[in-house]
């Protein structure tokens, strides 16, 4: 899906299940709520927020969160993403997050994001994460160079 044929009920659908999320948000030690929504193959929206942890490292973050409740629901594609950060600041997906995203995301797959207060700028998959490892590089397992 490019861009384009993101339909604006589509967007609208995605930024009110992150917002949802958002307030679920369990972040007591960083207290950067974020809240994260997937649209699957489907035309389904599945939401993931970051739940932290007293032995820091064992969080996770939203977009985790939210491909688990995808492929959870049967969901096997992201048709776009996006992710919602706090404060009046929008951001991008953190870098394990987009190898995650890669997974399910074509390379011109939407990623949007946003604010709790306003949208922010619109990338692609390929744009976060150029020449991404993927799944489609395991299908030339068992060959030798
Ligand atoms: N966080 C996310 O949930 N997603 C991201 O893409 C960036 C960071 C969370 C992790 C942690 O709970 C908090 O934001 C501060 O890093």
Partial sequence: MSARSLSKDQQQALLDAARAAQLKA???YSKFLVGAAVLDDQGRVHA???VENAAYPEGVCAEAG???AMVLAGGQRAR???VVG???EWITPC???R????EFCAPDTPILTASDVAMGPQFTMAQLLP???GPDHLEAKGTKP
């Fill in 26 to 28: 369990y972040a007591p």
């Fill in 48 to 50: 993931g927020c970051n």
């Fill in 66 to 68: 939210a491909l688990s």
């Fill in 80 to 82: 776009a993403v996006l």
């Fill in 86 to 88: 706090t404060g009046g």
């Fill in 95 to 97: 870098g394990g997050c």
């Fill in 99 to 102: 190898q995650r995203l890669r």
């Fill in 131 to 133: 020449g991404g490892f």
